[in-house]
């Protein structure tokens, strides 16, 4: 595709539920990162992969955020068991290698009610 | 803890004018520091990047300055026009795109 796509574009969810958010890169990029950004913390990194492997989940703010990337290509991020403070646009960006420039999707809005 | 730190959170300026957006960093290792613009309901692009081997970088309307000992970086626009109305973002990190972000400034230019 032309740019970094991200599924879906809003999502609401119940509290206490399990959410997926979908991420499909630009092609050929090996680079893949999350994003969240929200109201009250701004633009947190979450998780970076490079190819299917995680070598950074610094961000992760807690056991309840998982994400995985298969193929070299689409990632998911998953949240179980979903808190009102995980409301929150979570960005999904991607590069050609981790020098290079990432470019970002539109974001999933997610609202935990 | 806040690594980078941004100023002004908002920005009036008209248009012709000149924007300056400030950022303050906190750690020494880091050795890349780029400049987002984000539109509402998009993500963040980049707009221009610095490393800290340079003062200044100049692309078109836009220039970052470096200041490494005073660990502070600035994003200044030049004739602002209406179009730049957007949110800012400095950001920083020590390895690729793994990105540690100010706070953001809302940048607004008046006709």
């Known amino acids: 595709g032309a740019g970094v796509s991200q599924s879906p574009s809003n999502k609401v969810t119940e509290k206490g539920k399990d959410v997926e958010l979908r991420c499909d890169p630009i092609?050929?990029?090996?680079?893949l990162y999350w994003y969240r950004q929200s109201l009250g913390q701004g633009l947190e990194f979450l998780i970076y992969f490079q190819g299917n492997s995680a070598p950074d989940k610094s961000g992760l703010p807690s056991d309840r955020f998982s994400a995985e990337r298969t193929g070299g290509s689409v990632s998911t991020l998953t949240i179980q068991r979903t808190q009102q403070e995980d409301s929150a646009v979570y960005l999904c960006?991607?590069?050609?290698?981790?020098?290079?420039?990432?470019?970002f999707g539109q974001g999933t809005r997610l609202t935990v009610v | 803890q806040q690594q980078v730190k941004q100023s002004p959170q908002s920005l009036i300026v008209q248009k012709g004018g000149i924007s300056i957006i400030n950022c303050a960093y906190e750690n020494t290792a880091f050795d890349y520091f780029p400049w987002y613009q984000q539109f509402p309901g998009k993500g963040p692009a980049l707009l221009i990047a610095i490393r800290p081997d340079v003062s200044e970088k100049k692309e078109g309307r836009f220039t970052i300055s470096f200041n490494k000992s005073a660990k502070q970086f600035s994003l200044h626009i030049m004739d602002s026009q209406p179009g730049d109305s957007a949110t800012y973002f400095c950001?920083?990190?020590?390895?690729?795109?793994?990105?540690?972000f100010g706070g953001g400034t809302r940048l607004m230019v008046k006709p």
């Open positions: 960006a991607s590069s050609f290698d981790r020098d290079t420039e990432a470019f």
């Open positions: 092609s050929g990029h090996t680079a």
């Open positions: 950001a920083a990190s020590m390895t690729g795109n793994m990105l540690t």
